[in-house]
């Protein structure tokens, strides 16, 4: 992942939690005010996500991040994770945003893990679905990468996938892989979501991929 792919989506938080300033802060912290603070793991599972929270303290300055552990590095309840250094201002304006995110993507890489290590040695892969937040997409999918899934569908413009309501509306599973492969290019491959054996089975009829 780039992590400056991600700033949109730490400025656009930024702006929604400081959209004027952290007036508290700002009553009580001189600008020349210095500090130190430590990230220490409240959960065992797998952490994600310390590039981003590293970007936000870039993007508001002045706040220097030193990680200690390895992102999806399996982690422990009590671990001290990283420190900060520098204006007590700009620590304790982004921690939220920072944090939020940090422990978002450290439980979907988590959550993940634990999926993968059920499958662990058949031959299946878990798949992400498109069902993620709305504008944080991105960086959920790379959560799941980090927890040894596998990316699916980024978008609707990405792959053909015959959903229930798909088959409902082409009149059958047969229908719909055959209007399909129709109507786009021969390179796509045709993916079918299935409910039972019988609609796999007609799905290898028509010769889904």
């Known amino acids: 992942m780039c992590i400056r792919d991600s700033d949109e989506i730490i400025n656009r938080a930024l702006i929604e939690d400081i959209p004027y300033g952290d007036i508290t802060t ?14 220490i793991c409240k959960e065992d599972g797998i952490i994600c996500g ?3 929270f590293n970007r936000v303290f870039e993007l508001l300055g002045e706040v220097e ?31 939220r945003v920072a944090l939020n995110i940090l422990q978002r993507l450290s ?17 299946t892969k878990v798949l992400d679905t498109r069902k993620t937040t709305p504008g944080l ?9 980090i927890g040894g899934g596998e990316n699916h569908r980024f978008s609707l413009s990405d792959g053909i996938l015959l959903k229930d309501n798909h088959i409902d509306a082409a ?12 109507n786009i290019s021969f390179v796509r491959k045709v993916e079918v979501e ?16």
Do not use: C, H, Q, W
Request: hydrophobic share 40%.
């Open 50 to 52: 310390l590039p981003i």
């Open 107 to 123: 439980g979907i890489a988590t959550i993940t893990n634990k999926y993968v290590k059920e499958v662990s040695g058949l031959n």
């Open 65 to 95: 991040f030193t990680p200690l552990v390895k992102e999806g590095e399996k982690v422990s309840k009590g671990m001290l994770l990283g420190t900060l250094n520098g204006s007590t201002l700009k620590i304790l304006s982004g921690e």
């Open 171 to 182: 009149g059958g599973v047969k229908n719909a892989i055959e209007l399909a492969r129709k």
């Open 137 to 145: 997409r991105y960086i959920e999918k790379y959560a799941v990468k």
């Open 26 to 39: 700002n009553s009580i912290v001189s600008e020349n005010s210095l500090a130190t603070a430590k990230l």
């Open 194 to 209: 299935v409910e039972n054996l019988e609609m796999v089975k007609e799905a290898v009829e028509a010769k889904a991929d």
